[in-house]
């Protein structure tokens, strides 16, 4: 059972902006960096973000995370038809012995 | 030209184990730690563990402890996860994940750039 929580879904419409929330304890989001990945079925997951707010290269500034307390956010602007899939926000928790962690998922859908 | 390349899929029946493999090319292995990341049919991504080659250091995901051993060998290193007393549960797609470059501390090193296509574990008798 994943220590961060979203929703497990989100939609709009092309053009709009959609924003998915993670949310999680001091233990892990509230002490280290989040990172946010894009997994589309059969194909091999993607870092859309990391250290909370910065992008890879390659990756669209229609892209941008931040983070506050102990959540953090992704916004997708400009919703384009090849941003529906899945989307997972993760972390290290400091928590035990230590251990990375992914959030429940969001699908996103554009209609 | 960063690739990781993992063994083939395999299918194993309840209470046995599976060994999968991943090694690199255009990305050094030992000093960022590599992880083991799953993804079981209709669900999320689950963190199953990791071994920095370099120093020897692994984290473990609380649920797999122990039945999940993670190894590193040979230079460049090949690292291998190994998942005993396998259950029908432990059906997913098993990928191996690692940093891409950079400077990092603690959980800064586990954003993970570049995965391997993953391997397919079906465990059914």
């Known amino acids: ?111 | 030209q960063v690739q990781l390349v993992q063994s083939g899929a395999e299918v194993k029946k309840p209470g046995s184990s599976v060994k999968v493999s991943c090694r690199a090319s255009g990305v050094s292995f030992n000093t960022y730690p590599v992880n083991w990341v799953r993804q079981a049919p209709g669900q999320g991504l689950e963190w199953m563990g990791a071994i920095t080659p370099l120093s020897g250091a692994k984290n473990f995901a609380h649920k797999f402890q122990g039945r999940l051993t993670i190894t590193a060998d040979g230079s460049p290193a090949s690292i291998y996860m190994d998942l005993s007393s396998l259950t029908s549960e432990d059906t997913a797609i098993y990928f191996c994940a690692v940093k891409g470059g950079g400077h990092c501390i603690g959980g800064d090193c586990y954003s993970l750039d570049f995965w391997g296509p993953g391997t397919l574990v079906i465990v059914s008798s």
């Open chain 1, 1 to 111: 059972q994943s220590v961060l929580t979203q929703p497990p879904s989100a939609s709009g419409t092309p053009g709009q902006r959609v924003t998915i929330s993670c949310s999680g304890s001091n233990s892990n989001i509230g002490r280290n960096a989040v990172n946010w990945y894009q997994v589309i079925p059969g194909v091999a997951p993607r870092l859309l973000i990391y250290g909370s707010y910065q992008r890879p290269s390659g990756i669209p500034d229609r892209f941008s995370a931040s983070k506050s307390g102990t959540s953090a956010s992704l916004a997708i602007s400009g919703l384009q038809s090849d941003d529906e899939s899945d989307y997972y926000c993760a972390a290290w928790d400091d928590s035990l012995s230590g251990f990375y962690v992914f959030g429940t998922g969001t699908r996103v859908t554009v209609l």
